[in-house]
């Protein structure tokens, strides 16, 4: 059992920047976060979950959604168990609830069914 907790949302304007961290703990030492890859995922309201970005485990492999590509950038550091998500030139349709998900031995999945550990989501807003 792998349990994830996201921080950092709250309201940007437009042009800004948020950074969201996804921290995970396990029960045993199995659940070892070197084991998974690390997907974030937003929801807008009405609107089914979408792919934003992935990371595998040592950072090799990353991919990103286009409306997001050269405005997020993503990162981990095992040590702390910790991925992080910089969002840079924030903009209005950014504007959703932010949840990190984690996949057991991937290179990291654009589908949210691959997932099997979730936070609770970070509210992002992005308004003037």
């Known amino acids: 059992q792998v349990y994830l907790v996201e921080s950092g949302g709250g309201l940007a304007q437009p042009g800004g920047s948020l950074r969201l961290s996804c921290v995970a703990s396990g029960r045993t030492s199995r659940d070892s976060f070197r084991d998974y890859a690390i997907g974030w995922f937003r929801q807008a309201p009405g609107k089914e979950r979408e792919f934003v970005t992935s990371?595998?485990?040592?950072?090799?492999?990353?991919y990103y959604a286009d409306p997001v590509r050269g405005r997020f950038t993503v990162s981990r550091d095992n040590a702390k168990n910790t991925v992080f998500l910089q969002m840079n030139n924030l903009k209005p349709e950014d504007t959703a609830v932010y949840y990190c998900?984690?996949?057991?031995?991937?290179?990291?999945?654009?589908?949210?069914?691959?997932?099997?550990?979730w936070g609770r989501g970070t509210q992002v807003t992005v308004s003037s």
């Open positions: 990371i595998n485990w040592n950072g090799e492999t990353i």
């Open positions: 998900g984690a996949e057991y031995l991937s290179p990291g999945s654009f589908s949210h069914l691959d997932y099997i550990y």
